[in-house]
């Protein structure tokens, strides 16, 4: 049983940074493929970065590519989300997911088996 732990969310004007971290619980947090996800309002969660257990592969999606960077320090347990030059539409809440897989990236949504509570985005215009 992993528990994930979403915190860094908040308010920053358009252009601006924030770091989402997620801090898992659990032994072998290196044996985890880390996926961000976000969900707007009134719109279906969706795909924003993935890496891979030992961190040496990530991958992001299309509107969020050259802006994120996902990372994660095993030591700590923590998987990080950098969020450079934010914009309006980055507007969500994020959340964090984990499965046991040692073998490369997980992309799809129904293939993680835990979550995070979540932790709001805003970016005002």
């Known amino acids: 049983q992993v528990q994930l732990v979403e915190s860094g969310g908040g308010l920053v004007q358009a252009g601006g940074s924030l770091r989402l971290s997620c801090a898992a619980s659990?032994?072998?947090?290196?044996?985890?493929?880390m996926g961000w996800f976000r969900q707007a309002p009134g719109k279906e969660r969706v795909f924003v970065a993935a890496?891979?257990?030992?961190?040496?592969?990530?991958y992001y999606a299309g509107s969020v590519k050259g802006r994120f960077t996902i990372s994660r320090d095993n030591a700590k347990n923590t998987v990080y989300l950098q969020m450079n030059s934010l914009k309006p539409e980055d507007t969500a809440v994020y959340y964090c997911?984990?499965?046991?897989?040692?073998?490369?990236?997980?992309?799809?949504?129904?293939?993680?088996?835990?979550w995070g509570q979540g932790t709001q985005v805003t970016v005002s215009s």
């Open positions: 659990g032994r072998t947090f290196s044996s985890y493929a």
């Open positions: 890496i891979s257990a030992s961190g040496g592969t990530s």
């Open positions: 997911a984990a499965r046991e897989y040692e073998y490369g990236l997980i992309l799809g949504e129904g293939e993680y088996d835990y």
